[in-house]
């Protein structure tokens, strides 16, 4: 069959232990966020004085985090978040999708039991997602960015883990956990209506997924449940499947994991094995 043993192997050794990881990993990391939050990070505001001119500063000083204990409280760091208006327009899809990834806020995904409540949350309220719905490259723009995402050349130290772009920008596995999430919503599926985009995204997701398997000590198997999320959305979105194995696909979809990943591991790849 298409899918490997290892494969397979990885996804039932860690799927039983996954649920015990993911309360307690969580429960870590959103004490960490609402710490952070009271004392760490605000975009600088003479970075945005000099983005009013076209390519005056690079995108990955708009959001600066020096200044950030101005910001008394969450909604105020939110608001720091928004990008002026002033400068939307000089701002690229692929800049956009680039400042989306490294949302400095991603990490409150993870201080809800569902995750995908978080990533939600984020993106209803940046006006950078809200200007990418309405961009006809956006999707084109996403998959270009995931794929240039190398999960096989991981940088352990400094800490935290940094995984790099095509472009050589430096990513947290936390933002890249977010951009996988927002990839993987009815938002984007719908908007790669093209089959051929469909696929291409399916067939990215794929090699990120096989790159996570070779790191899985590094990266730990609740890495492996958002490339899942993408392919479930690609296989429900292009194949005739029994009403079954549609509704354990959205049920992951729905609850964001942790669940036994092992079934809906079987269904993505299956299929895909019978299309070789």
């Not at 009013?52 to 608001?79: I, Y």
């Not at 806020?105 to 200007?131: H, K, R, T, W």
């Not at 964001?256 to 299929?271: L, R």
């Amino acid at each position: 069959m298409w899918f490997s043993k290892k494969q397979i192997k990885f996804a039932s050794l860690f799927s039983n232990k996954i649920f015990y990881m993911y309360k307690h990993i969580t429960f870590f990391i959103a004490l960490v966020v609402f710490s952070a939050c009271s004392d760490s990070i605000i975009q600088d505001t003479s970075a945005q004085k000099a983005m009013t001119q076209p390519l005056s500063v690079s995108v990955e000083r708009m959001f600066d985090t020096r200044n950030w204990e101005k910001c008394g409280t969450f909604q105020d760091k939110l608001n720091a978040c928004q990008i002026p208006d002033s400068i939307m327009s000089y701002l690229s899809t692929n800049d956009l999708v680039f400042l989306l990834a490294s949302h400095p806020l991603n990490a409150i995904c993870y201080a809800y039991d569902n995750p995908m409540v978080g990533a939600n949350y984020i993106m209803q309220n940046f006006n950078g997602f809200s200007e990418l719905i309405k961009r006809k490259d956006f999707a084109e723009a996403a998959i270009d960015f995931y794929e240039g995402i190398d999960y096989s050349n991981i940088e352990k130290s400094p800490h935290p883990i940094t995984i790099r772009d095509g472009k050589g920008r430096a990513l947290s596995f936390s933002n890249l956990a977010f951009f996988e999430m927002v990839m993987s919503t009815e938002a984007i599926t719908k908007l790669a209506e093209d089959a051929a985009q469909l696929k291409r995204l399916e067939q990215v997701a794929t090699e990120k997924y096989d790159q996570k398997l070779e790191q899985i000590e590094t990266l730990g198997a609740l890495s492996l449940v958002n490339s899942l999320k993408i392919l479930s959305q690609t296989t429900i979105r292009t194949r005739p499947l029994p009403k079954e194995e549609t509704d354990v696909l959205r049920k992951f979809l729905e609850q964001g994991g942790p669940i036994d990943i092992t079934e809906v591991s079987k269904i993505v790849f299956t299929y895909k094995s019978m299309e070789q």
